[in-house]
């Protein structure tokens, strides 16, 4: 019995078995709720099917609608048609047979079902509010009678996967399978052994309420991370109407308030950052038929905050980890950071003590190169110097077994100098992690010209494997993420000559959407170390932009929040940054040494000042062919520097702005200014078509 391509009904028996089969991930896509709704009517006219099976083709159960439907227009059934109502209208049961991923639509259909049952491996889970919208299926209403409001909005305004065993826990999943089990066998099973039972169990016909005071206090808990956004009001306003209002009209506020979202800007945003971390781990100019390297014994040189951080990555997801430092001392050392941080995690609940035990066992402290001669993969995390760097690779070269990938986390130094000191350049690549590398998702992998089509890929799956997400750069002064950034970095400190206060930029960036203003971001990094980088940049380049009241700041010692004082001050123990009065003379005495005529500033312009700088390095990367797209800078901008995820990217919002005008007040800059905002060809080409800069066709990868 075969009805729509995408979906097909079997009999198995007395039972009939609806089958989604809409490759990769079986999303909601044209075709597959009309496929369901046929099978379940066709199902339930058929006096020799007792009950029904809705299992997922392929890795999945269903991960969702189709999100590239969303914000088109296309036509969605009514409520009162759509698959979920056909479900609760349906005589006979039907049971969710749940593998892979039951996601969004996914979930809400299972949860319409009337029963469900699941592989150990499965997750489940409303993560609408990720791209901006509510679960407009029928989530908020079905999910709180299941769970309560209280696990409800959790698990709604978080958009969490829940793993199939906790989900038994809560009530989402009726019985989770020994692992190993067939799940169409044993969801056939299952549909006999219930086949005869009445009433129907629905989940609409439950009951839920919530005590006084619940929504409000989700309103609270959520108040920083939902910062400028909606839909985590709506998802809470949705919950709410599950306990005060009969089924129907829960629904028919659910669509209400879904309909609000669906071309939100910040839906907009999120739809495209979510494709836009799609589409980085694509490299167009690679060969496909290479594939990437499955390593299994990867190595870490270095046992400092950052060689720790990698190790520990490692140790996260699975991988025995050695790790090496020139001295015992610093392998101690960097164990007990490595202990303390995994404790710190345990404290506050974020990872259970005997999972902290295996993930340190999985971390070999070891004494030579000898001992990590064996592995497949080695990250170089030592100091930030070529000179400390290349005997380290040429001692590697030299030790490590052929075919061996020696990749460097370096956050600036020319690759394919410290990949000329091996015999073997086509294994070298960069891997720039971010700090903490435990917890930040970016790993910018930085392509030297001899690596092999194999080394980066990888290098990118080595990222993708140890949960970051990987994006290609091209091996230029600090690579993508930090040279786009660079120039922002030197604009907010200019902005204090010409009369800003590091609150008053730091406010703007925190309005905008950022956790932390980049002024306090800097006292916690430490200053002393953006120092080091001017004044190696100052000595290559005799037209380096200097910047003296930073420079004054470290003279002083003020090297942030490890002195208690940087561009705030601290009191002992507490990282509040408080504005301090000696900071702000020490900028209107730079500012008046410089003769640096004084304005005020609108937030706009401080916005502008800094992003648009960014942006117009962006484009100068991308015309170099250092990038393969603009949406690979927004994936670094909001994975590396926490820019704020609903409004997409630099890149992205940038084109909310507009091509014309973003070039048009850099061209102004340029004449104000000088040299540093000479607007990037690229750009300008863009703003004479009129070409938004995500469409921008950047010089091949060089
Ligand atoms: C929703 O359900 C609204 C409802 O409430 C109803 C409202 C009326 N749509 O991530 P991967 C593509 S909202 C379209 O690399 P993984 C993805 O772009 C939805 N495409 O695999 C990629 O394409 P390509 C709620 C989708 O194994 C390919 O599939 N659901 C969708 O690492 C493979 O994806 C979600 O938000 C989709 N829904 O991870 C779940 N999902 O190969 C979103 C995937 O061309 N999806 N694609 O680059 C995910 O979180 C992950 O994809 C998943 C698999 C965990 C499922």
Redesign the pocket.
Known sequence: MSDSPVVRLEKDGDIGVIIVNYP??N???PGVSEGIIDSLNTANADPSIKAMVLIGDG??FI????????GTGRK?APIGQ?TYDVLDASAKPVVAAIH??A??????NAMACHYRIAVPSA?V????V??G???????TQRLPRLVGAQTALEMITS?R?VPAPEAAKLGIIDEVLPDGTNLRESAVAYARKIADIRPLPRVRDKTVTAEQGVFDACRKSIARRARNQKAPYHCIAAVEAACTLPFDDGIRRE?EL?AEL?TSDEAKALRYA??A???V??LPDLPTNVAPYDFEKPAVIGAGTMGGGIAMSFADFGYDVKIMDASQEGLDRGMERIRNNYATSVKRGSLAEDEMNRRLARIHLVAGYDDIANCDVVVEAVFERMDVKKPIFEKLDEVMKPGAFLFSNTSALDMDELASVTKRPEYVAGTHFFSPANVMKLLEVVRPSKASPETLMTAMAMGRRIGKISAMAGNTDGFVANRSRAPFNSEMVILLEEGCLPEQVDQVMIDFGYPMGPFAVGDLAGLDIGAEGRKRRALANPNYRKLPIADKLVEMGRFGQKTSAGWYRYEKGDRTPHPDPEVAAIIRQVAAEMNVPQKDFTPTEILQRLLFSSVNEACKILEEGKAYRASDVDVMWLHGFGFPRYRGGLMYWADGIGVKTVYAQIASWHQQYGERWAPSRLLRALAETNTPFREAKPAPFA
């Not at 996601?103 to 809400?108: I, K, N, P, Y």
Request: proline share 6%; net charge positive; hydrophobic share 40%.
């Open positions: 990769p991930v999303a909601l896509g890795r999945s991960a969702g609608a189709d999100i590239r439907g969303f969605r759509r892979g991923f996601l969004g639509g996914g979930l809400e997750k889970g409303l993560p609408e990720l791209i919208i509510l679960p407009g299926g029928g989530g958009g996967h669509a879904f669906e979510f494709f971390e799609r589409e781990a694509k």
